[in-house]
């Protein structure tokens, strides 16, 4: 079982520029969701899922896109980079029973917007 | 937005008994959890209470919780190196597992 997969691992890009995280989990949970992480702030919810087909924002959600065209992948779309941006994005998975609370954390994307 | 607040750092002796404390103001919060992330990895899920209980124990690990005081503590059991990490708390509010985290608590366990 290889979880929650984040790709890449590591990006730099430059202001303007487009780039899109990819975040795949093979647990077949329902609910998908993005945070970024950022020194002394802990974790902040970007954008979520809670089903193919729909999506939410969450705390952060200017600047991100995203979209859940299957149970499987969740990708974050930065449309436009800016140095603001800069942080490190982990996506994260859970499934919709009650009785099954953990959520599954991706390895993280570390980004730098120069 | 509902806050959730933890002390920035925490140093103890190999040994002895960590007590990390986390408040939060959401006193709709259906669970609560700890987390543990470890330098370059991603969160790993420690243990959670549900909101009608007031202690949990899982090996080490006791976790208390006061609703009327909405505060959480996760206290960890004779602390050994492999500890020394960062501890984020979190509560979870209606459906769809969203997470409100705490700033999270650097644990440095010195020999």
């Known amino acids: 079982n290889a979880g929650v997969t984040q790709t890449p691992k590591f990006q730099v890009l430059k202001t303007g520029q487009s780039m899109t995280l990819q975040c795949a989990q093979d647990?077949?949970?329902?609910?998908m969701s993005w945070y970024r992480q950022d020194p002394g702030m802990g974790l902040r919810l970007i954008h979520y899922?809670?089903?193919?087909?729909?999506?939410d924002q969450g705390e952060v959600p200017n600047g991100y896109n995203v979209s859940r065209s299957t149970t499987e992948d969740f990708p974050l779309r930065l449309l436009s980079a800016a140095p603001s941006q800069t942080s490190v994005y982990f996506c994260?998975?859970?499934?919709?029973?009650?009785?099954?609370?953990?959520?599954?954390f991706g390895q993280g994307t570390r980004l730098t917007v120069v | 937005g509902e806050d959730v607040e933890q002390s920035l750092f925490l140093s103890v002796r190999e040994g002895d008994s960590s007590v990390i404390n986390c408040t939060y103001t959401?006193?709709?919060?259906?669970?609560l959890y700890w987390y543990k992330q470890e330098p370059g990895a991603g969160l790993q899920l420690l243990t959670y209470?549900?909101?009608?209980?007031d202690m949990k124990q899982d090996q080490r690990l006791t976790v208390l919780l006061n609703k009327k005081d909405k505060h959480l503590s996760l206290r960890i059991a004779d602390t050994q190196t492999g500890d020394s990490a960062i501890y984020f708390c979190?509560?979870?509010?209606?459906?769809?597992?969203?997470?409100?985290f705490g700033t999270g608590t650097q644990l440095k366990v010195e020999l």
């Open positions: 994260a998975s859970s499934s919709r029973d009650r009785g099954q609370n953990e959520a599954f």
């Open positions: 647990m077949n949970h329902e609910y």
């Open positions: 899922s809670v089903g193919a087909g729909i999506t």
């Open positions: 959401d006193s709709s919060s259906t669970y």
């Open positions: 209470i549900f909101s009608n209980m």
């Open positions: 979190a509560n979870q509010r209606g459906g769809g597992n969203k997470l409100t």
